[in-house]
């Protein structure tokens, strides 16, 4: 193995990526920093957009420069590890992403609202919110209690929602679809193991199916709250932490299936040998991560 | 994709020519010399500010600038040293050394370590226009505390954000790529136990980094959100708190203050065994004090915030495991002072720097143990007390560990001995400098000075005075070692394989300069 580790030379991927990724956010901020004084004269958007086409574009090239050199047989056994240590870090900074949005929930449910509303500790804080209460999901915000029982508005007056997501409708069918897709992905890995093409083209065809109508259904849910139930981003901690945790995750769902369709096409051209399929694998241990995550929303946003 | 077919010839290659080698290269030796000029022109971008700062506090009353611009020089001082000079240079260091000291050709993934870098220089051009924008730049402290940093702030903070994303992208990517490299890519015969301790201690950074810096993503895309698309994170109103930002930011933030010192233990621990001519005492326990306090680093984020409004549970807790961290600490300076005892010193700069280290980077530990103590913070907190803490502890601390680590590798690097002379009188004068600038802050702070105040009381005028002449000098001072870095790049007298008579690990078994491609083959480690 002395000597075989695989050094690229040179690479005018990382540059483009981050002249990409530079754009991207240059266009990001400009058009949320137009949006939000007014200005519909704004190229924000385009500029954001050409820079997501061109993230794409390299992550297209820099993922088929890796599977070619793979291909070539450059990857040695040890390359091929870094591989999975990085995939596997990866996905752990992913966790404490979502970790951060959690903790804010639980923050804000154990400490902030009821403090706000009188209880505990700060529990001080009510004097400046009379009238609020402790209510979890928080369907009337301090400020909406503070109008009520004084009559004083403030000027960051914020509306809390109609009604609440009930847990046993649609968030119940997309846990049940996304954990039996965790399971049908697990098959596919299986099938790809044992060298039987069929099971795996199948299986992960549904985990995908699976997976793209958990998005759907995740997206009528947002109509729903915006459109019914008075849910939306602005209504609240509640609306605040509800859309930021189901948000990122829907985001997540979309990025991990389209890793998958990718691994599918893939698998159809042949990529992938019984004992060398890191690529699947990866995207693999993506898909599980995700389901985890809601695991930990359902419980935590839906059901307590 | 032929180029990239050839993977048995490119040993043999030296460096490409002209300027695109820098912006294609995956040589970690490049990539880990661009990260170090990239730090050093942010110390200097930075050091600028913070002059402007001291000539504003000269004397009391407003003559040099705005107060508005006086809260942009603190912020962007803040944000460029700590994510622009301090931590690129640690990952210099860690892109240059670490694949030498564990006997690897490289880092593990090049491609990955090459955006790693040019990531930065992007997000930092994005991060110094917003001064230029309408409503000026970053104001908020380099703590961007929520409502400063949501409600109060001004429009450029969305960039703000944006480009502090991108700086995460390059520190995640980068923290990744080392654990993948120290990991996998060790010489046969290198177990964990036997690595050097720069190495062990960029492992356990590594760690802190992928865990926080994602929790920095996630604070600063909830401000985000709070700021453009209605949400109450931090608003009382809609039944958020404004404390929530600081409980997530120094859950971050604490982790962060140790990823800018435990690279320096490292460093550290490799100078003063050379110089003492003896092995580091204690090598296990370096190891089992730098993961403690890596541990211990995790729950203690709260005794910034004592005097916010927690509960006394809290201030308790936080308070007893904050000044748990002066245990393994501790354990590190013993190690360091015995490793010295009995040795046969030298005193070359580098040595200089580390021993200058080792005494001040203790008093800036005590000045910290002082603010653990929660019912005594309340006194000193948000004074100029805390100002000469966190920079006893980064100035002599950080940054003189980053100067020793350059004087004693520079000759692996360029292959030349720098002019001992011109080392020796850039540490003097730094030396005196920076404890003529931070040392009376000590007593301004506890007599109750406040921080990022542009004016002040007529009784802190002295001490004020002598911590601006020391400013200066100790910026002026820097120039010194550009040119020493400079004036050993281009010649001087030629460095042996073995630098330095007590030099220990597989760096020095290299040539000097080390070759373009380090470790073709793993050497086998006893």
């Not at chain 1, 991207?24 to 958007?45: E, F, K, P």
């Not at chain 1, 404490?96 to 505990?120: D, H, I, K, Q």
């Not at chain 1, 915000?141 to 929602?161: C, F, M, N, R, Y």
């Not at chain 2, 000079?85 to 370590?113: E, H, K, Q, T, Y």
Request: proline share 5%.
């Amino acid at each position: 193995m002395a000597g075989s580790y695989y050094v690229p030379e040179q690479s005018s991927l990382p540059i483009a990526a981050t002249i990409a990724a530079s754009i991207m956010m240059l266009g990001a901020g400009t058009w949320v920093v137009d949006l939000n004084a007014g200005n519909v004269y704004s190229n924000g958007s385009t500029i954001f957009a050409v820079g997501l086409a061109a993230v794409l574009a390299v992550m297209w090239f820099w993922f088929s420069t890796v599977i070619k050199e793979h291909q070539a047989g450059m990857n040695s056994a040890q390359l091929q590890k870094s591989y999975v240590w990085g995939m596997g870090w990866f996905i752990f900074s992913e966790v404490m992403f979502f970790a951060a949005f959690f903790g804010a929930l639980f923050y804000v449910r154990t400490f902030s609202v009821p403090w706000l509303a009188g209880e505990g500790d700060k529990g001080v804080t009510n004097m400046l919110w009379t009238g609020f209460e402790n209510t979890w999901p928080l369907m009337q915000t301090p400020a909406q209690a503070l109008a009520e029982s004084t009559g004083v508005i403030t000027a960051d007056h914020v509306k809390g929602p109609d009604q609440v997501i009930p847990w046993s409708g649609l968030p119940l069918i997309n846990t049940l679809l996304l954990l039996s897709s965790s399971v049908t992905v697990h098959f596919a890995h299986v099938g790809l193991k044992n060298g039987n093409d069929k099971a795996m083209t199948r299986w992960l065809g549904a985990t995908i199916i699976l997976g793209f109508v958990f998005v759907g259904f995740q997206a009528e849910e947002y109509v729903l709250a915006y459109t019914q139930l008075g849910l939306t981003l602005e209504s609240g901690v509640y609306g605040a932490t509800f859309f930021m945790l189901t948000g990122f995750h829907g985001l997540h769902v979309c990025i991990g299936a389209i890793m998958l369709s990718i691994m599918w096409l893939r698998h159809r051209r042949g990529h992938f040998k019984p004992h060398d399929h890191f690529g699947f694998e990866a995207a693999s241990w993506y898909w599980h991560f995700v389901d985890v995550v809601w695991v930990g929303l359902f419980l935590f946003v839906y059901i307590l | 994709m032929s180029a990239v077919i050839d993977n048995h010839t490119h040993d043999h290659h030296g460096p490409k020519k002209g300027f695109m080698r820098w912006i294609l290269t995956t040589n970690h030796k490049d990539i880990g010399a661009m990260y170090l000029w990239f730090s050093f022109a942010m110390f200097f971008v930075g050091g600028a500010f913070a002059l402007v700062i001291r000539s504003e506090l000269f004397q009391p009353g407003l003559q040099m600038v705005e107060p508005e611009f006086f809260n942009q020089m603190t912020t962007m001082h803040g944000l460029i040293m700590v994510f622009g000079a301090v931590m690129p240079a640690f990952v210099g260091l860690a892109n240059w050394l670490i694949p030498v000291m564990i006997g690897a050709p490289d880092m593990a993934l090049p491609r990955l370590n090459n955006w790693s870098f040019w990531l930065l220089p992007f997000s930092f051009a994005i991060l110094l226009s917003s001064l230029f924008m309408e409503g000026g730049g970053a104001n908020y402290g380099w703590t961007f505390y929520a409502p400063l940093s949501t409600t109060y702030a001004p429009p450029s903070v969305t960039f703000f954000i944006f480009a502090m994303h991108l700086m995460g992208v390059s520190s995640i990517m980068g923290s990744i790529n080392i654990i993948a490299t120290i990991f996998n890519m060790r010489a046969p015969g290198m177990t964990l136990m036997k690595m050097p301790m720069f190495v062990w201690s960029w492992l356990i950074t590594s760690y802190l980094l992928v865990a926080v810096i994602p929790v920095l993503a996630g604070v600063i895309t909830m401000m985000l959100m709070d700021i453009n698309f209605g949400t109450s994170f931090f608003d009382a109103a809609g039944g958020g708190d404004p404390v929530l930002f600081q409980h997530v930011f120094w859950f971050f933030g604490h982790p962060e203050v140790y990823i800018m010192i435990l690279p320096a233990f490292g460093i550290v621990s490799h100078i003063i065994p050379a110089f003492a001519r003896k092995t580091l005492f204690g090598y296990s326990s370096m190891v089992y004090a730098t993961s403690s306090i890596a541990f211990l680093s995790f729950i203690v984020w709260a005794h910034h915030m004592f005097t916010v409004g927690i509960p006394l549970v809290g201030e308790l807790f936080f308070m007893y495991a904050t000044m748990l961290i002066a245990v393994p600490t501790g354990v590190k300076v013993f190690n360091w002072v015995t490793t010295m005892f009995r040795g046969s010193m030298t005193f070359e700069t580098p040595m200089l720097f580390a021993i200058a280290f080792v005494v001040l980077f203790t008093i800036g530990g005590f000045s910290g143990l002082m603010l653990a103590v929660a019912p005594a913070d309340f006194q000193y907190h948000d004074t100029y007390f805390v100002v000469a803490h966190f920079h006893y502890v980064l100035v002599p601390g950080a940054i003189f560990a980053i100067f020793a680590a350059m004087y004693y590798w520079l000759p692996k690097m360029t292959g030349n001995m720098y002019p001992e002379w011109l080392g020796k009188l850039h540490f003097w004068l730094s030396f005196v400098g920076m404890n003529l600038t931070f040392f009376p802050m000590h007593f301004i702070g506890l007599a109750g000075m406040p921080r990022r105040i542009p004016d002040y009381n007529m009784q802190f005028a002295d001490f004020n005075m002598v911590a601006s002449v020391g400013a200066f000098a100790f910026g002026i001072t820097q120039l010194i070692f550009l040119a020493v870095v400079v004036i050993t790049i281009r010649g001087g007298k030629k460095a042996e394989a073995k630098s330095w008579e007590g030099a220990d690990g597989l760096e020095w078994s290299l040539p000097s300069p080390a070759p373009y491609h380090s470790f073709s083959t793993p050497p086998e480690v006893k």
